[in-house]
């Protein structure tokens, strides 16, 4: 999975999953770059996603070490904005743009 699977975990409520997968330890997974229950549930605020909820991010290579997501994931939380920030690991802007739906762009 990796970062680049990162916004598969975080994202599944948007396009109709009605749940996601978590490791209980940090550290203890079953596939490298799996987020933690409490990060799914605090940091991205997981059980408030759904259909109508903005995605935003900051994209990069690498990525995974941007504080960007706890500030603004809390900031949107904080003002009840309907939002996601997540760090999209992406390795060429210009040819990556395409395949993603319009809710994440």
Known sequence: MGEKGLMTR???A?????LTFG????GVVSAPGQP????LLELYNFRQIG???EVHGVIGNPIGHSNSP??????FK?????????PLLVDMWQ?????????IL
């Open 10 to 12: 975080v994202l599944s």
């Open 70 to 75: 706890h500030l603004y994931n809390a900031a």
């Open 51 to 53: 259909p109508d909820t």
């Open 14 to 18: 948007i396009f109709g999953g009605f």
């Open 78 to 86: 904080s003002v009840g904005f309907n939002g996601i920030y997540l």
């Open 23 to 26: 490791v209980i330890q940090a």
């Open 36 to 39: 933690t229950v409490k990060d």
């Open 95 to 103: 040819t990556s743009s395409r395949p993603f739906p319009p809710q």
